[in-house]
């Protein structure tokens, strides 16, 4: 299974993908496969940036890619 199937089919059984969710399946540039599951296979892919603070008061983000586009 290539790594562009792993995270399609982690994103249909899970609704959605973070960089940590694609780290545990070994893959390391999520934004990569994105970038090719989106422009060479066609697939809709959204994504959506979570904020949040440290313990220390830093501002920090994650993104979130789900299946589909935002209406």
């Not at 993908?17 to 990569?32: E, M």
């Not at 496969?33 to 220390?56: E, M, P």
Request: aromatic share 12%; net charge positive.
């Amino acid at each position: 299974m290539t790594q562009c199937e792993i995270v399609l089919q982690y994103m249909e059984d899970h609704g959605r993908i973070t960089t940590y969710d694609a780290f545990r399946h070994g893959i390391t540039w999520l934004s990569a496969r994105i970038w090719d599951l989106k422009h060479k296979k066609g697939i809709k892919i959204s994504k959506a940036r979570v904020n949040y603070k440290t313990r220390d008061g830093k501002a920090k983000h994650y993104d979130v890619y789900m299946l589909g586009c935002k209406s």
